[in-house]
């Protein structure tokens, strides 16, 4: 291995480290709006900037309930009556962008920014 070598190596470590940073730091800027849906109906719109510990939130579904667990941090599903349990094993979402979905039930969970929520994706004219 050349010294050049080693140098490409260093430098593109350095620069992996400062795009994993910044993509990381990207979501702890702004909070985070918990937007939960069923039969594409909101139903619920929870920001974790005003929770407080955590809090478990309910749902009556056809088969049964599902609990929603939340806090600060982020959302998860603590138990759900369908089948498969996927939306359950899926754990924790802390991310904008992310999404739970419970599809036996017709629930869809959504983490977003709340600077996101006024803005729009595109204008159509």
């Known amino acids: 291995m050349r010294k050049s070598d080693k140098r490409l ?13 910044l ?11 918990v937007l939960v849906r069923k039969d594409q ?16 939130l309910p749902l009556a579904v056809d ?4 609990v ?9 599903v603590l138990s759900s009556p369908c089948p ?7 754990g924790k979402i ?3 962008g992310q999404t739970i979905a419970c599809v036996p ?7 977003i920014s709340s600077d996101k929520e006024e803005t729009h994706d595109a204008v159509v004219r």
């Open 9 to 21: 190596i260093i430098i593109l470590a350095i620069a992996c480290a400062a795009t994993w940073v």
């Open 41 to 56: 109906k909101q139903i619920q719109r929870i920001d974790l900037n005003k929770v407080k510990g955590t809090a478990r």
């Open 84 to 90: 498969d349990k996927v939306c359950v094993h899926q």
């Open 94 to 96: 802390t991310r904008s």
């Open 105 to 111: 039930e017709k629930i869809l969970i959504t983490l």
């Open 63 to 66: 088969d049964g309930q599902l």
């Open 23 to 33: 993509l990381r730091g990207t979501d702890t800027r702004h909070g985070k709006v």
């Open 68 to 76: 929603i667990e939340y806090d600060q941090e982020g959302v998860r």
